[in-house]
């Protein structure tokens, strides 16, 4: 059986690659890159891909079983079409299978409701593709908080307009290990299922980050205008907005709820504690 990863270059889809490489041989896996040198440290078969090449992709993905199609990441507005070239190219190609890796959050309402809205239509546009398929809806990551560590003892804690919102995190890592099963488990086809550890507020998020780090960092709660516009400044309107949206939608809730993470994989979820650990 042959796996497909497109973007295998970036950091979800050569962490699936690498969780791959663990469980089946090498000649099974085959990268897809628009840059296949930035994947050569992979160590499988590469081959080229732009999202905005469907005949890229109509060669990319000849002799493949089982696609992972990771989101895109170019703006709301042309991912669809993006992501259309792959579903198509896919179809012609005979694939069997196809994984897609989408987003919790809400599709109206706040600055990331775009983003979630494109994922939301290239979901629609898989479930009538024809082909088996499986949606994993990740929750947010939980690498931006530790990898910014440095910045929040700095800045004595961490600051942005999610309040008392519970947000449900997850890694790369636990995410590749879902997605393995999404794309061998004839049982999960057909369905789309939530991704990650159980919800907690940023309260909480600071209180372990202390413990992992030995630090006494607390926790400032802002309003989400003022803590969008400090993103808007800080990164420019469009990733400043996606960032307000995003605190916005955990203080309204949208990034809590259930998840099917251990009925994908057969384990629970990493906690807070063990994926910061991991990370260090």
Same mark, same amino acid.
């Given at each position: 059986?042959?796996?497909?990863?497109?973007?295998?270059?970036?950091?979800?889809?050569?962490?699936?690659?690498?969780?791959?490489?663990?469980?089946?041989?090498?000649?099974?896996?085959?990268?897809?890159?628009?840059?296949?040198?930035?994947?050569?440290?992979?160590?499988?078969?590469?081959?080229?891909?732009? =999202?905005?090449?469907?005949?890229?992709?109509?060669?990319?993905?000849?002799? $493949?079983? %089982?696609?992972?199609?990771?989101?895109?990441?170019?703006?709301?507005?042309?991912?669809?079409?993006?992501?259309?070239?792959?579903?198509?190219?896919?179809?012609?190609?005979?694939?069997?299978?196809?994984?897609?890796?989408?987003?919790?959050?809400?599709?109206?309402?706040?600055?990331?409701?775009?983003?979630?809205?494109?994922?939301?239509?290239?979901?629609?546009?898989?479930?009538?593709?024809?082909?088996?398929?499986?949606?994993?809806?990740?929750?947010?990551?939980?690498?931006?908080?530790?990898?910014?560590?440095?910045? =929040?003892?700095?800045?004595?804690?961490? %600051?942005?307009?999610?309040?008392?919102?519970?947000?449900?995190?997850?890694?790369?890592?636990?995410?590749?290990?879902? =997605?393995?099963?999404?794309?061998?488990?004839?049982?999960?086809?057909?369905?789309?299922?939530?991704?990650?550890?159980?919800?907690?507020?940023?309260?909480?998020? $600071?209180?372990?980050?202390?413990?992992?780090?030995?630090?006494?960092?607390?926790?400032?709660?802002?309003?989400?205008?003022? =803590?969008?516009?400090?993103?808007?400044?800080?990164?420019?309107?469009?990733?400043?907005?996606?960032?307000?949206?995003?605190?916005?939608?955990?203080?309204?809730?949208?990034?809590?709820?259930?998840?099917?993470?251990?009925?994908?994989?057969?384990?629970?979820?990493?906690? %807070?504690?063990?994926?910061?650990?991991?990370?260090?």
């Amino acid at each position: 059986m042959k796996f497909a990863i497109t973007t295998a270059s970036g950091n979800l889809g050569s962490t699936i690659i690498k969780h791959l490489k663990s469980v089946t041989d090498n000649s099974n896996i085959i990268g897809i890159a628009r840059t296949p040198e930035k994947a050569a440290f992979l160590d499988v078969e590469i081959r080229k891909g732009d =999202y905005n090449s469907k005949e890229q992709f109509l060669e990319a993905l000849k002799g $493949v079983d %089982i696609l992972i199609l990771i989101s895109g990441m170019d703006h709301p507005d042309k991912r669809i079409q993006q992501h259309r070239n792959v579903i198509e190219a896919a179809v012609e190609n005979g694939v069997s299978k196809i994984v897609y890796t989408s987003i919790m959050g809400a599709e109206k309402g706040n600055g990331f409701s775009p983003v979630v809205a494109s994922n939301r239509q290239t979901e629609e546009d898989i479930k009538q593709s024809g082909m088996q398929w499986a949606i994993g809806r990740n929750g947010i990551y939980l690498e931006p908080d530790v990898e910014y560590i440095e910045t =929040y003892i700095k800045e004595g804690g961490i %600051i942005n307009s999610a309040g008392e919102g519970k947000c449900g995190y997850t890694s790369r890592p636990e995410l590749a290990a879902a =997605y393995f099963n999404l794309a061998i488990k004839e049982e999960m086809n057909g369905r789309t299922v939530n991704l990650f550890g159980t919800a907690i507020t940023q309260q909480e998020l $600071v209180e372990a980050l202390n413990k992992a780090y030995n630090t006494n960092m607390t926790y400032t709660s802002i309003g989400v205008q003022e =803590y969008t516009e400090l993103r808007k400044k800080a990164l420019g309107d469009f990733i400043g907005s996606v960032i307000g949206g995003i605190y916005e939608g955990i203080k309204s809730g949208v990034f809590s709820g259930d998840s099917h993470y251990e009925e994908v994989t057969g384990r629970p979820h990493k906690n %807070i504690d063990e994926l910061i650990s991991l990370m260090k």
